[in-house]
């Protein structure tokens, strides 16, 4: 019974942290799926990068997250690419 309980809760942490990733993943597909990052996109991102690597999006992601967030005025084009191109696969 005991096994059986903590097989449920195991299962139901697995569902959440699973739901949890997909929403912050789809939030930070949002961002840049024109391709063009704009301050305030930028910003954006900058805020999703901790939820991002708690909730445990694959580092496809989370590399190019983090290079767009720590980046100033000049956005890096090749991690906008790569961050778009990893939201499509």
Known sequence: ME???GNAAS???SKVASAASHEVNRQICAVVQDG???VE???ALAGLVSAARTAGVPAEITTPLGQIA???DQVPTESVRALKEACQA
Do not use: C, I, N, Y
């Open 36 to 38: 063009l990052v704009s």
């Open 41 to 43: 996109d930028r910003q």
């Open 11 to 13: 299962d139901a942490a």
């Open 70 to 72: 720590e980046s100033g």
């Open 3 to 5: 096994e059986a309980a």
